[in-house]
T-cell receptor
Framework: SAVISQKPSRDICQRGTSLTIQCQVD?????MFWYRQQPGQSLTLIAT?????????ESGFVIDKFPISRPNLTFSTLTVSNMSPEDSSIYLC???????????FGPGTRLTVT | LAKTTQPISMDSYEGQEVNITCSHN???????ITWYQQFPSQGPRFIIQ???TKVTNEVASLFIPADRKSSTLSLPRVSLSDTAVYYC????????????FGQGTELSVKP
């Protein structure tokens, strides 16, 4: 298994600003994923981040709004840019567990935009 | 990826067995069935995965009929700490590792 930490655990931000969320894994992994979970809702995949290549975004998510960095095999960041109240969500990162559909998730970052 | 349908919520009492059924009528030949559990304020956690018949681990059992168009997650003798949202996912790993979460089933265990 993998142990994943995220920073910050929560934040309250003003609209129009940006927040960068960090995801740290205790082992080297090929694939990292970023999800969004809006209040009371299920998880939605934002993008897949592989080290050494550009992130692949899902429909409805764009790089200008959610730029992602993946500088090495244990770390990734997700930036939520030009925030609005609709961006208030929990943002989670996960890593590939190496077997069919087993992924390990971080504890999430709870973002509130006022 | 196959779409899944689960009950939105279920209630149970401590000590009971809970069965959560997931429908996935358009499951493909190579698809696996995977269940995740999410406690409040935590990320989802892998519970169990199967392809056909029955799979059992220390947490749960997964029953898959021959046609694989549905599956049932069975939690034996639940406790209050089993209160969580349970997600059924269907797909194959080489889809880029994507996990497509459905709405999930919110299980509430009462004393």
């Amino acid at each position: 298994s993998a142990v994943i930490s995220q920073k910050p655990s929560r934040d309250i931000c003003q609209r129009g600003t940006s927040l960068t969320i960090q995801c740290q894994v205790d082992s080297q992994v090929t694939m990292m994923f970023w999800y969004r979970q809006q209040p009371g809702q299920s998880l939605t995949l934002i993008a897949t981040a592989n080290q050494g290549s550009e992130a692949t975004y899902e429909s409805g998510f764009v790089i200008d709004k959610f730029p992602i960095s993946r500088p090495n095999l244990t770390f990734s960041t997700l930036t939520v840019s030009n925030m609005s109240p609709e961006d208030s969500s929990i943002y989670l990162c996960s890593v590939d567990g190496g077997s069919n559909y087993e992924q390990y998730f971080g504890p999430g970052t709870r973002l509130t935009v006022t | 990826l196959a779409k899944t349908t689960q009950p939105i919520s279920m209630d149970s009492y401590e000590g009971q067995e809970v069965n959560i059924t997931c429908s996935h009528n358009n499951i493909a030949t190579n698809d696996y069935i995977t269940w995740y559990q999410q406690f409040p304020s935590q990320g989802p956690r892998f519970i169990i995965q199967g392809y056909k018949t029955k799979v059992t681990n220390e947490v749960a059992s997964l029953f898959i009929p021959a046609d694989r168009k549905s599956s049932t997650l069975s939690l034996p003798r639940v406790s209050l700490s089993d209160t969580a949202v349970y997600y059924c996912l269907v797909g194959i790993y080489n889809q880029g590792g994507k996990l497509i979460f459905g709405q999930g089933t919110e299980l509430s265990v009462k004393p």
